[in-house]
């Protein structure tokens, strides 16, 4: 686990935070492990938009 790992788990980086420092960090990375973080990247976009559409359901409310 590397920093980006690591903050991303404790949602201390936002998943747009996550890919510039991943662009950063990549070459001193192994494969592997690029797209270990590339994978919680992805379940922290899935995340974002499952807030935003909460968010959006939330001014919903009250409108019928
Ligand atoms: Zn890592």
Do not use: P
């Not at 420092?21 to 994978?39: A, M, P, Q, Y």
């Amino acid at each position: 686990m590397c920093l980006i790992c690591a903050e991303l788990t404790k949602n201390k980086l936002s998943s747009v935070e996550a890919r510039r420092n991943l662009g950063e960090v990549h070459s001193t990375l192994k494969k592997d492990h690029i797209f270990e973080i590339l994978k919680l990247i992805w379940q922290k976009e899935d995340e974002e938009y499952e807030t935003m559409w909460d968010n959006e359901n939330m001014w919903d409310t009250g409108s019928d």
